[in-house]
């Protein structure tokens, strides 16, 4: 297995919601990441779990919540989003075999925030 | 810190034509160099990366990239281009040191091709 997988592909929530979008990848990849991306723009980093712990977190506001139960999953949960927080979620892993520079993505959930 | 900075958000070339975008770093050491490539609604795909073995670095679907360390460059080249080239495509850099990584993408050059 060579891929990243995201589910869901695509989330629409209200304000109040709390919702989860997941992460998992079967490489034996130990390093995990979160980025949102907003049209036209490169992705921007949200949070780094290195070895199932939390590494960075790049002052990402708390109604974002990472989890990592383990060395393939990874959630992000969400709660009382705002609009503006229409994005693209990605997700994407890197292997300590290769430094973890190499860093493979999955497809991304878009997610609208009404 | 490092930086990439990727020159012009907008490409345009006709099918057949050769494709070249530009990018140039910042890095006191060289770093590792990427090329993304993401086509609409759709994750990143990594074309090819430089890691400090041979300056030429050949990708998937035909691209390829030369390291030039004077001119602290890393342009992406195809050839011919083709109609399913049509897409964003982003440098990025990463430090030599190991650990996880944080990477530093480009802002993006959307390439279009014409018929």
């Known amino acids: 297995d060579t891929e990243v997988t995201q589910t869901p592909k695509h989330l629409v929530m209200g304000m109040t919601n709390k919702k989860s979008l997941k992460c998992e990848q079967h490489?034996?990849?130990?390093?995990m990441y979160w980025y949102k991306q907003k049209a036209k723009k490169p992705p921007e980093l949200m949070f780094v779990y290195s070895y199932e712990k939390l590494s960075i977190n790049e002052s990402v506001p708390s109604r974002f919540s990472p989890e990592c139960p383990n060395s393939s999953l990874l959630n992000l949960h969400l709660h009382a989003l705002q609009p503006e927080d229409s994005a693209l979620y990605l997700c994407a892993s890197s292997h300590p075999g290769q430094g973890f520079h190499e860093q493979f993505f999955g497809p991304g959930t878009r997610l609208t925030v009404l | 810190a490092q930086s990439v900075t990727q020159l012009g958000s907008h490409v345009s070339v006709s099918e057949g034509a050769l494709v070249l975008l530009r990018c140039n770093y910042s890095?006191?050491?060289?770093?590792?160099l990427f090329w993304y490539v993401q086509y609409p609604n759709q994750g990143l795909q990594l074309l090819l990366k430089y890691t400090s073995a041979a300056t030429l670095v050949k990708g998937i679907n035909g691209f390829e990239a030369e390291f030039k360390k004077s001119e602290t460059s890393f342009h992406l080249t195809k050839p011919s281009a083709h109609m399913s080239d049509a897409a964003e495509y982003f440098c990025a850099v990463t430090p030599l040191s190991g650990g996880y990584q944080k990477v530093t993408f480009g802002t993006g050059t959307k390439l279009q091709v014409i018929p």
């Open positions: 890095s006191s050491v060289p770093p590792y």
């Open positions: 490489m034996g990849h130990r390093a």
